[in-house]
């Protein structure tokens, strides 16, 4: 889904929610019936219909806001009964208005495929969002409403988007899941210069990165995920000053522009699934602002050691990095992270400073094979509330997990190598389970029986 509309924070709930306030309004000052305008009910959508059918009733309104036509197969169509007086409110209103409008779409697709004509919009001259998912489009674009600050147009059957469509004021693009090989119908695009979403995901012919050198100082989000011809971003990068979110998962780049740490605001890089990204810019450590680093299932070999300056890093991902052995000791600086997940990665030995992270809650490692010893550092994690061991060859655990004061949970499953639990374990004052399946573990140590509450033993 598409985040953030104009600048309000809020998004696409604040944007609807304000729509079908405004259309409980009238409702409330009008009889369902009649009306001065359409608002999409009743008798309204026989005005409605003729938007898009009669070129002579295209008088359009200044009171349409939000337009929301998802083209769908008719026997995707649920009916629903709704007694209005019982949709009062945003929520359950605004499913009231989403049924009313696709009983009409299925009307029209027994009469015969519905064609959106973009005179029918020329007119609704405060449109600011309109989601036409599905919908085949006829017409000059440059009748596209100049106020529209929200498109999304999942599976879009064009190739780009026609050279006549100057949306200077549009701030979030959705064209998730279609045909798209490159976006702008022009060779530079000088005029998204109010564009802060873009979400391109699943668009699987898209052959090159947008050219966004027109929307550099307000761009956001930029969403790439599952274009899997993407072989490259931009190189200027960098230069998106505001950038906060880079979603690049199972694409076809095999290497993060050298730009890329000048991006001093970006709080999400997501490169799951990159399966020919093998290295990461060694200046990683300047993107000082970064929350989240997700690299599951990708080909990265080595982190850098300046991941340790990434000092508000809270979620640390890297589950199935079969190609990645180690964790450097510099993670010890990350003193912000909270969730760790290396789960099923060949990483063989953790770094004696993964005690040293005060703030940590979660430490995933199932699966991890080669995983075979815990370093004694590991009692001074005295946050964590989950350790998740699963699976691997560990043989036994250090005295010093005593210090995991506030551990509730402890994986072990399938540890097979492990026989024994520390006596150590019984001065765990917080711990409510501990899973033993499929372990060797015959006995639990006589300190089990001193912890002060009841701790539940899942043996399967």
């Known amino acids: 889904m598409a985040k953030p509309i104009g600048r309000s924070a809020n998004g696409e709930d604040h944007l609807i929610q304000r729509l079908v306030k405004r259309v409980l309004q009238e409702l409330r000052k009008t009889p369902v019936g009649i009306a001065t305008y359409t608002v999409g009910l009743d008798s309204r959508l026989e005005k409605l219909k003729m938007r898009f059918t009669d070129d002579k009733s295209n008088r359009g309104t200044r009171h349409v806001q939000g337009l929301i036509l998802d083209f769908e197969k008719k026997n995707y169509v649920r009916t629903q009964k709704i007694s209005w007086v019982k949709a009062l409110n945003p929520s359950s209103s605004l499913d009231y208005l989403i049924e009313k409008r696709k009983l009409f779409l299925q009307q029209r697709a027994e009469e015969g495929e519905l064609i959106l004509d973009t005179k029918a919009l020329k007119s609704l001259v405060n449109l600011r969002l309109l989601q036409i998912n599905h919908a085949k489009v006829k017409g000059q674009f440059k009748s596209f409403p100049a106020s529209l600050k929200w498109l999304q147009w999942k599976n879009c059957p064009l190739k780009k988007l026609p050279s006549d469509y100057a949306p200077h004021e549009l701030a979030v693009l959705d064209l998730s899941e279609s045909g798209i090989q490159r976006v702008w119908g022009w060779t530079r695009n000088k005029v998204a210069e109010n564009l802060m979403v873009m979400n391109l995901r699943r668009c699987y012919n898209l052959e090159a990165s947008p050219d966004l050198s027109g929307c550099k100082k307000l761009l956001q989000n930029l969403i790439l995920s599952d274009c899997l011809k993407l072989e490259e971003l931009p190189q200027d990068i960098g230069s998106m000053n505001s950038l906060k979110e880079l979603v690049v998962d199972k694409t076809a780049i095999s290497m993060l522009p050298q730009s890329l740490y000048r991006l001093t605001k970006l709080e999400k890089l997501s490169l799951n699934g990159c399966k020919f990204i093998k290295r990461l810019p060694e200046r990683l450590g300047n993107l000082i602002a970064l929350k989240e680093l997700s690299l599951n299932h990708s080909a990265v070999q080595e982190l850098p050691d300046s991941i340790g300056s990434l000092s508000n890093l809270e979620k640390l991902s890297l589950m199935r990095c079969q190609s990645l052995t180690a964790i450097p000791e ?74 995991l004061k506030m551990i509730e949970k402890l994986y072990l499953r399938k540890c097979t190598s492990l026989r024994a639990l520390p006596e150590a374990i019984g001065n765990i004052l917080n711990l409510t389970t501990i899973y033993l399946s499929g372990c060797n573990i015959t006995e639990l140590p006589e300190s089990f029986g001193r912890l002060e509450k009841p701790c539940d033993v899942d043996i399967g």
Do not use: W
């Open 330 to 403: 510099s993670i010890r600086n990350l003193q912000s992270l909270m969730e760790v997940s290396i789960n099923s990665s060949a990483i063989k030995e953790l770094p004696a400073a993964i005690g040293s992270l005060p703030y940590l809650k979660t430490f995933f490692a199932g699966g991890c094979h080669f995983l075979s010893k815990l370093p004694d550092s590991i009692g001074g994690l005295a946050s964590i509330s989950e350790l998740e061991l699963d699976g691997t060859s560990i043989s036994e655990l250090p005295e010093q997990i005593s210090g």
